[in-house]
């Protein structure tokens, strides 16, 4: 017999959410993540993706790890520091490092994965953390798991991050005190103040820890938000995903070689669970040399955000403070923004709603990610369908 209190639970909270419009509903993709995607039999234009250069459906990847099946089979067989470590994860991690700038790198199986695994790696009961208070859902479970004092400062608010690493320092508690924060914030899509936070992380002696799951293969030519502002010297942690902008699964840790020596024998999923696949560790090591070679991609993406964003910012929509491909719609009211969404769905366009947890309640957005795939005739009929739907809904 199953639990009466689980089905209790479980009932009213769905119920609830639903009524609140915040009860996610998954629409499954027939076919390729590409600039188009079929949805329902449907062929809607794609502006939900994090696949920012189109290498999700990469003729050259799919060959690459086609190839990898063939030589080293579909599974690696087994964890990390067992024997599940094949010659095509170190040749990644090698690659890794070369795009970051790094003495070594680190990967993982994602990058959820891997903020979970590093941070609780270094830190403990003794340290604290100061953490942006937008920071990835991913980051704020690594610093929960970690058991560190987590405090919390203001997004992007230089004064208030200094103001607490201050008072962190003054108290004495803590051994080890880190600061973390996104490198591109991916719902709003503005950059963190890196400079900043590397002069306060040098004033207070912090640790530094940059995810950059947005900023790679997007800022600094694509070698990510640290490359941007030239720091590399002066992050620990250049943490980054090999699922958004390199097109494949999987996360890492770009640092000095002691650093990586010690995730190496302390980073929980390294030690137990299963690496990625040889097709996934050979897919994402030919998208960074794509990547190393050539900023072409990059470039088009950017030709792409720009157009899109000056675009829907002309016809009036509030796009916040995006300084990045990533371009939000701000609507406010989660079931407005949830409408939009489906409205905007049902006139070709897939861009997705996102509301409260993710984002503060009453800044119920829809988001737009523009990639390097897209052509000029698909963000054309994107723009026209925006301006229908928004029109029809007094949002513009
Ligand atoms: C998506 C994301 C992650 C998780 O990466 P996955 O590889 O998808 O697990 C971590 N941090 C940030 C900021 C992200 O946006």
Redesign the pocket.
């Known amino acids: 017999m199953s639990s009466k209190t689980l089905d209790i639970f479980l009932n009213e909270n769905i119920a609830d959410l639903k009524e609140r419009g915040l009860y996610n509903e998954i629409d499954p993709v027939e076919g390729p993540n590409g600039p188009k995607i079929t949805i329902n039999g449907k062929t809607l234009i794609n502006l939900s993706s994090?696949n920012y250069l189109g290498l999700a459906t990469d003729e050259r990847l799919k060959q690459v790890a086609k190839a990898a099946i063939d030589s080293h089979g579909v599974g690696a067989g087994a964890v990390r520091t067992i024997n599940g470590t094949l010659d095509l994860h170190l040749k990644l991690e090698e690659k890794i490092a070369q795009f970051k700038g790094t003495q070594a790198a680190i990967s993982f199986q994602?990058?959820?994965?891997?903020?979970m695994a590093a941070i609780s790696a270094v830190m403990d009961k003794n340290d604290a953390i100061l953490s942006d208070a937008l920071?990835?859902a991913?980051?704020i479970d690594g610093c929960r798991l970690s058991k560190a004092k987590i405090i919390r400062f203001e997004h992007s608010d230089m004064n208030d991050l200094r103001k607490k690493a201050k008072e962190a320092v003054e108290s004495g508690l803590y051994k080890k005190i880190m600061v973390i924060t996104?490198g591109v914030f991916?719902m709003d899509g503005d950059i963190a103040k890196l400079p900043e936070i590397v002069d306060i992380a040098e004033e207070f002696d912090l640790l530094t820890y940059v995810?950059d799951?947005?900023g790679s293969g997007v800022l600094g030519k694509g070698a990510g938000t640290v490359k941007h502002f030239g720091l590399q010297d002066k992050v620990d942690f250049q943490?980054g995903?090999?699922?958004?902008a390199i097109g494949v699964?999987?996360?890492y840790v770009a640092g000095k070689q002691n650093l990586i020596d010690w995730l190496k024998v302390r980073s929980r999923p390294f030690l137990f669970s299963t690496a990625v696949s040889p097709a996934d560790a050979a897919a994402s090591t030919k998208a960074i040399e794509i990547l190393m070679e050539s900023t072409e991609l990059n470039e088009k993406l950017w030709e792409n955000g720009n157009y899109l964003k000056a675009g829907l910012k002309e016809l009036g929509f509030n796009i916040g403070n995006s300084e990045t491909p990533i371009t939000p719609c701000i609507v406010g009211e989660e079931k407005a923004a949830q409408e939009f969404s489906k409205r905007l769905i049902d006139a070709g366009v897939y861009a997705k709603s996102i509301v409260f947890p993710t984002v503060p309640r009453g800044t119920g957005r829809v988001r737009n990610m523009p990639s390097a795939a897209h052509t000029k005739e698909m963000l054309d009929e994107a723009l026209a369908i925006y301006e229908k739907v928004g029109k029809a809904m007094n949002l513009i």
């Open positions: 994090n994602s990058g959820f994965n891997c903020n920071n990835h991913s980051i996104d991916s995810d799951a947005h943490m995903t090999l699922s958004k699964i999987g996360g």
